[in-house]
């Protein structure tokens, strides 16, 4: 997704989270597949005025979109962005690297 082809996401996580950490958030990603967004908000939210959404364990930060709807009706979850929590508020930064990461991702998928 970046010019090196990797998501920043998978590189975060190869590098600083934990297996305890990963397997909490695939949990919480199997909750997102299975309930939709009406997961806590404590754990999944939309960030306001944006077309991301945040996913939180205790120290990590997941941004992501919904992505295309699927053939069978249901839409992907996109992550693009990982980081560990240094504040209660998101950084802009990390917010801008989103939002770019979904620009790039969304060119590709016009090509389907």
Known sequence: METNNRCPYVDYCDREVSQDDEL????????????????????????????LYEARTDQHRFLGFIGRAQPDGRSTLVLVNA???????????QIDRALRLKAVYEEGQGDE
């Open 83 to 93: 980081f560990k929590k240094q504040q209660d508020r998101t950084r802009p930064q």
């Open 24 to 51: 909490a958030t695939l949990a919480l990603i199997g909750r997102l597949a299975d309930h939709g967004t009406s997961v806590s908000v404590h754990k999944f939210k939309k960030l306001h005025g944006l077309e």
